[in-house]
């Protein structure tokens, strides 16, 4: 090569390396980064499998929903987000994304719908997105068809239980019957729809639908039309039986006659007069009976071999017997061919009992400033049965308030006060009882005696009201709902009494409930941030010094009308 050809050879590597030493640096001299942030995990496809494709309509069945995110290599990944919802009933997941086994698991129950239907279960995770479906069954329809001549007015009675055989409340029944147009209506608190008809000339079939699905057929006939009621033979094995055996004075009892026959199988045409061996007087009704309850019609059983009816219980509290005459053939009102008893059943004198349930969870909303407490009231009556339809009413009384303030000891933030203003000793903080100890919202003599000018704690740091419209109102299983909401500053620095009343039948009940205003464990255990709560709004310091101290109380007179019922209550005085 000559002098010439390795000049230019020379130039040439000082250009390159002049380009990676430009292309290495920024405009300011720093060298550019060449890390490059990986991507989000992702998903190609979603395999979701569920334990139980029924669940029975009792409502405490439940199904395990497990998803799997798989790449394109079918091998699981992990935090990928994934979305299980449910069209209906109760859905409590397990997660978010998925785990390091590349799963995520959801529990489904039915929530309050007790009826036959069918959960669609929306599955998603980016873009993919499956639906699994779960029915729910169980539930059965029932019918108890009075008698009659043609043209006069008759009633079904149609029962909804659910698959453990509770009553099925609130839920439409569909009637269907030649000659007249559709019939709806809703199932009472007991399960219960009667459906008013005229008798027709001949025997006709009567179909009922309930909502989901399942139906039951009955045949009306009266008793002097063309078709005659076939006779009845071969009964073995009659029994009555009585649901539930207690009940408060009102409520219901299904009475279950059922006649069998060689090798177990059902009798129908069965006719059943029901009646009630009362000892004690306390009276009642049987929807068998006629409108005036002078007569006990016949009921006739149906292709199960079950004849039904139904006991209402009167206003008095005593011990009544059931008791079924019956025959396989036709007998007169005061013919009694043969008879079967069921075990006495116990009528309680009405009462209403009250009980507050929560699992503690707080709901924090940043956006509110407050803090919130989901309460369910549960109403009962004096046989444990749920009361439904029931009003519910809740307030508050806050007994007592606390002075003081938090700081970072250890591993979380912890509540004192100083024992004096030498600021020198840090110990427990100092409770102060309401000044309006009279609860009359009205500053008297000797209430203030912080000087404040106000009465402390202030009413409207806290309130209780229903979790949505209506919900103050007992459901079908005798439950109204109810949310505790305060201030975040005020949270552990107020005690609070809440107190739910409700009137059944004239009987008042109530249930109280007391906590300390509750704070988020997540919030004391972050000591990078001070809690919203950190100094009590109750402190009333002087401007000169940095933290409050145990201020003298005084005791004042319990009038004896709030609670707690002590002999004093310690106000709190100005801090001198």
Known sequence: MNFQGIQQLKLLFATVAVGATVAGCSAGGAPQSTTTTPPPPSAASLNVAIDKSTLKSTGGDTAVITVTALDSSNNVVASIPVSIKPDSGVLTPAGT???????????LAIGADHTDHTINVVVTAGSITKTVAVNVTGDSLSATAGTGTAGSASTIQ????????????????????????????????????????????VSTVVVATAQGGVTTSTTVTPTNGTTVIPDAAGVTSPSLSANPSTVSTGKQVELR??????????????????????????????????ADGLTHNVVYSDANGVARTTYTAGTRGGVITPKVCWSTTDFANDVCPNTV????????????????????????????????????????????????????????DIPRYYRGF?????????????????????????????????????????????????LEPFKASVT???????????????????TLQYGENYASWEDVILTFTTTVEGTEGHAAYSSNLPVPASVLTNVTASPP???????????????????????????????????????????Q
């Open 97 to 107: 994304a998925t785990g390091a086994d590349g799963t995520v698991k959801g529990t």
């Open 257 to 290: 006659a059922l006649f069998i026959g060689a090798n177990n199988a059902p009798i129908p045409n069965v006719r059943a007069r029901f009646t009630m061996v009362d000892s004690n007087s306390i009276g009642g009704t049987l929807s068998s009976d006629s």
């Open 406 to 454: 938090y700081r970072v000891s250890g591993a979380a933030w912890t509540s004192g006060i100083y024992s004096d203003s030498t600021l020198g000793s840090f110990g427990a903080r100092q409770a102060c009882d309401n000044e309006d100890v009279n609860r009359n919202n009205v500053m008297e003599s000797a209430e203030d005696m912080n000087a404040s000018g106000v």
């Open 464 to 482: 209780i009201a229903p979790l949505s419209s209506g919900s103050n109102v007992t459901d079908a299983f005798g439950k109204a709902y109810f």
């Open 341 to 396: 008893s069921a075990s006495s059943v116990t009528v309680v004198a009405s009462g209403v009992s009250l009980a507050v349930l929560t699992n503690g969870l707080l709901v924090t909303d940043d956006v509110k400033n407050i803090y919130s407490q989901n309460l369910v009231v549960q109403v009962v009556d004096a046989s444990n049965q749920p009361i439904s339809g029931s009003t519910v009413t809740g307030i508050v």
């Open 533 to 575: 709560f950190v100094t009590s709004p109750y402190n009333a310091v002087p401007s000169s010094l940095a933290a409050p101290w145990l201020a003298n109380r005084t005791p004042v007179t319990n009038p004896g009308v709030i609670y707690p019922q002590t002999a004093t209550f310690n106000l709190c005085q100005q801090q």
């Open 158 to 201: 149609y029962t909804l239980v659910d698959a453990a055989n509770s009553p099925i409340a609130d839920t439409q029944i569909t009637v269907s019957m030649p000659g007249q147009s559709d019939a709806v209506g809703k199932t009472d608190a007991n399960g219960k729809y009667p459906f008013a008809f005229t008798m027709p000339s």
